[in-house]
Structure formats: structure tokens, C-alpha cells
């Protein structure tokens, strides 16, 4: 049962639990784009993967990754749309690639919107949403800055069954 | 549909206005650009930049969305993530 530690122990005089609150969970994932798995098209040449490290967003329902990454990488820019608000026009990338997190051997494949998360100043260069969530069951422990993510694949884990519990009351 | 800063946007529309013409499209342009505004297709273009500039003419404020015709894909396609066993 694949299980990935995603939290952060005392490091230097700064708790695990501090580190954890002012950087969220974070894993590693390889971004990259698989000519094979682009409808037939290839793309030549073939382009590099970059491991980098990604935000578990629970507050966003679909993973999403860097705009300055996904410009490095050169990935195949596929949808251009926009957004109108308050603020006016808002452009939105949409690339198509590959997010693979060696860890727990799954891997995403299809549309990611391309954010502003280097630009900004953050560390992350990929945000990991609630589409990832859905196939693990998640242990945040603030008190001690550890995150767990844990597979339920192929077994019905304690994990699994305290979830149902938990979802039962 | 609500975006997480909490404005809205057509981007429903706009795939259900591709995926009406989608089989138009892929036959008789794939590969090139397709410009779609809410009230329905507006043009086709052979690169993204000529689609991204005619649309900012056409368009200064949005919404609109620019797709690449690509065969078996639609917009609203999200993907999806799948359990490998490397």
C-alpha cells in the first residue's frame, strides 16, 4: 500500500508543524509532456521532464501547474480562453501534459491551466488539487507538521474504513 | 460556471458550441485554431497567434475561448489521473 510522507519535520530551529502551516504539503511530481499520449500527434522533439515540487490545494478542484514552467517546458499550448470580472479580462492558458508523482505510481494526463504560482513568489510549481484527492485518503497532523497520503489500492484499509466512518456520522 | 475568485465565465457554452461542430471541425481543419464566442463559432485560423490577435480585435474584454482542433478532443475534456505500475 503506497503511503507518501507530504509534511515536514523540526528543521533548524523552526518545528515541523510551523514549516508545515507556512508551506502547505508538498510532494514531488514530474511534469512533462508524452508525444504518446498527445491524440496521436507527435511532438518533436521530445520534450523534457522537470521534477519540481507541488502545493496539495485542497481549495482547488483541479491540479494546475506553473505558467512560467509550463513555458520552460515548452507545453503544448492547447486552449486560450478567458474570464470576465470586476477587474476586467483575464487570460487563461491551457496546456496539455502529463503530472506524475513517482511516489504512488499514479500519474494525470489532460488539461492544466496554467498559473501564476513562480511569478508570484512561491516555491511551488504545481498545484495538486481535489481531482488528485479523491483516489487517496489524506492525514494532515498540524500539531506535528506531518502529512500523510495514503493508497487504499487494492486493499480496504483502516484508513479507508475510519473515512467511511467518519463520512457515516 | 463560478471560477475560485468567484467571477463567471461561458466556458460551458463555449465547449458545447465546439462539441456540436467538433466532428465539422476535425474533418475540414484539424490542426488549426478555432475562435469560439458565447453566441457561437467565429472563425478559424491557421496559428494561435493569428487566432489570439483577431480575437483581442474582436473581443478587448472577452469572454471567448481559442482551441487547437485536435482529433478525439474536446475542451471540456479534463483528463484524468490513472494509477501506473511503474
Known amino acids: 500500500m503506497p503511503e507518501l510522507e507530504c509534511g515536514f519535520t523540526d528543521l533548524e530551529g523552526?518545528?515541523?508543524s510551523r514549516r508545515l502551516a507556512q508551506v502547505g504539503p508538498t510532494l514531488l511530481v514530474q511534469v512533462n509532456h508524452d508525444p504518446e499520449q498527445w491524440f496521436g500527434?507527435?511532438?518533436q522533439?521530445?520534450?523534457?521532464?522537470?521534477?519540481?515540487s507541488a502545493l496539495i490545494d485542497t481549495g482547488t478542484s483541479d491540479s494546475s501547474v506553473?505558467?512560467?514552467?509550463?513555458?520552460?517546458?515548452q507545453l503544448p499550448l492547447i486552449v486560450q480562453r478567458t474570464v470576465s470580472g470586476v477587474g476586467g479580462e483575464t487570460s487563461v492558458n491551457v496546456y496539455w501534459a502529463q503530472l506524475r508523482v513517482p511516489a504512488l505510481q499514479i500519474q494525470f494526463a489532460g488539461l492544466l491551466a496554467g498559473v501564476h504560482l513562480n511569478a508570484g513568489g512561491q516555491p511551488h510549481r504545481a498545484l495538486i488539487g481535489r481531482d488528485f484527492l479523491q483516489h487517496f485518503t489524506m492525514i494532515y497532523e498540524g500539531r506535528s507538521g506531518s502529512v500523510k497520503i495514503v493508497s487504499g489500492r487494492g486493499s480496504s484499509s483502516w484508513f479507508t474504513?475510519?473515512?467511511?466512518?467518519?463520512?457515516?456520522? | 460556471m463560478k471560477l475560485r475568485s468567484g467571477i463567471s465565465d461561458n466556458f460551458v457554452e463555449e465547449c458545447s458550441i465546439y462539441d456540436s461542430r467538433r466532428s465539422d471541425l476535425e474533418r475540414d481543419h484539424m490542426g488549426e485554431y478555432v475562435l469560439i464566442q458565447r453566441d457561437g463559432l467565429v472563425a478559424i485560423f491557421p496559428t494561435l497567434q493569428s487566432a489570439r490577435e483577431n480575437a483581442k480585435m474582436r473581443f478587448p474584454h472577452g469572454p471567448y475561448l481559442i482551441s487547437r482542433i485536435v482529433e478525439g478532443f474536446s475542451p471540456s475534456d479534463k483528463g484524468e489521473w490513472k494509477f501506473t505500475n511503474a
Open chain 1, 14 to 16: 523552526a518545528s515541523g
Open chain 1, 41 to 43: 500527434m507527435p511532438v
Open chain 1, 45 to 52: 522533439p521530445a520534450l523534457p521532464t522537470a521534477t519540481v
Open chain 1, 66 to 73: 506553473d505558467a512560467m514552467l509550463a513555458e520552460e517546458l
Open chain 1, 161 to 169: 474504513r475510519l473515512s467511511r466512518l467518519f463520512a457515516k456520522r
